[in-house]
């Protein structure tokens, strides 16, 4: 069904692609995404309507270097021009853009059919791109779950078969794969990489996307008492322990500390933001900050003010220093926030646009 689709992006993408790039591996790919954003510019109706370009350059300013693009739907002609539209913007103000696929059909039930379905929703977005964009990541499934649960061969078949789709398209495109259960930590390891995959295959994985929610009447962050920050700690060394096994990088796909911002921050939640943003930056993993939505005001075009101390914490906390009692924890200085890509990095992005242009922790 997308045959003639994917022939006329064929032809649009010609000669999109930079000549005389070295060849971008994942680990350094890793290293330039920094702090990203889960966006919904191509995801809900309003996301849509409300995207301008300018919030892309507000996001930069920010000190957000990526986003996380969430997309459902048919991969028709008008979401494809939707999301070229993205890409540009990002490759004009320096920010990373990854699309990253909702496919509920298949997390709910991983058949022979919705697995062909992934496969060909990825086959028509690599073909629209083309090998244009080389720092546009494709993040395959957005956190598989539901019966995938309890049927990782699915999962891994349909990995496999879309990589390979996708690198026969462009074979140097970085592409990201998330395990089952909501892409936990401990459950990288079963994940089945592709031979000699390291330099463009990279691991997703999740931790308090929707904050510190409470699981069996308990919340796993309360003041941050020291069996709290050890639970978290094993949490990030479980990846960092599968990144030394295999030689892959990994992302956080998204985190933040709870699902309502309305009133002053509290001290717990200020803490949690700044915690969580020390341990991830001094792991050196990059991640996205969960959603766009409860930090950016799309329609009034600025960044919303209650949950702006929160932000400037898990943006660019002040950690402890190894020589420093702990608990003077702060905020970096403002002016760091918008300098945290290298001017190399922010140049790369932006000349990689296309020319003429859920719920439980962890």
């Not at 999962?155 to 879309?162: Q, S, T």
């Not at 978290?232 to 709870?258: P, Y």
């Not at 309502?260 to 991830?280: D, G, H, I, R, V």
């Amino acid at each position: 069904m997308f045959k003639p689709l994917i022939a006329a992006a064929l032809l649009m993408t010609s000669g999109l692609t930079l000549a005389d790039e070295p060849p971008l591996t994942a680990a350094r790919y890793a290293q330039q995404l920094g702090v990203g954003m889960d966006v919904d510019w191509a995801h809900t109706e309003r996301g849509i309507r409300e995207f301008d370009p300018l919030v892309v350059r507000d996001f930069r300013a920010k000190g957000i270097s990526h986003v996380r693009i969430r997309v459902a739907g048919e991969p028709n002609e008008a979401r494809l021009i939707h999301l070229r539209k993205l890409v540009e913007a990002c490759g004009q103000y320096g920010v990373i853009p990854i699309i990253t696929y909702q496919a509920d059909a298949f997390k709910s039930e991983p058949d022979a059919g919705n697995e062909k379905e992934v496969v060909n929703w990825w086959i028509a977005v690599a073909s629209y791109f083309g090998q244009s964009a080389p720092l546009l990541g494709f993040d395959l499934i957005y956190e598989p779950a539901d019966k995938l649960n309890h049927n990782p061969a699915a999962l891994n078949r349909v990995y496999e078969k879309a990589i390979k789709a996708i690198h026969g398209i462009d074979p140097q495109r970085m592409i990201f794969i998330a395990p089952r259960l909501r892409a936990a930590p401990e459950d990288l390891p079963g994940l089945k990489l592709p031979a000699h995959s390291q330099n463009y295959v990279l691991a997703e994985w999740h931790i308090f996307p929707w904050g510190p929610l409470k699981t069996n009447g308990k919340y796993p962050w309360t003041s941050g008492t020291a069996a709290e920050k050890a639970a978290i700690r094993a949490r990030i060394a479980a990846a960092l322990r599968w990144q030394q096994k295999t030689g892959h990088s990994s992302w956080v796909g998204g985190w933040t500390v709870g699902e309502t911002f309305k009133s002053t921050p509290t001290a717990s939640q200020l803490a949690f933001a700044t915690f969580m943003a020390c341990e991830l930056q001094k792991a050196k993993i990059p991640y996205a900050i969960n959603a766009d939505y409860q930090f950016y005001d799309g329609e009034e075009g600025a960044w919303r003010p209650a949950p702006e101390p929160l932000l400037e914490r898990m943006i660019a906390p002040q950690c402890d220093k190894p020589d420093e009692k702990p608990g003077h924890h702060g905020i970096k200085p403002a002016a760091r926030d918008a300098g945290r890509a290298t001017p190399a990095a922010a140049s790369t992005a932006k000349s990689a646009a296309p020319s003429g242009s859920s719920v439980n922790p962890g």
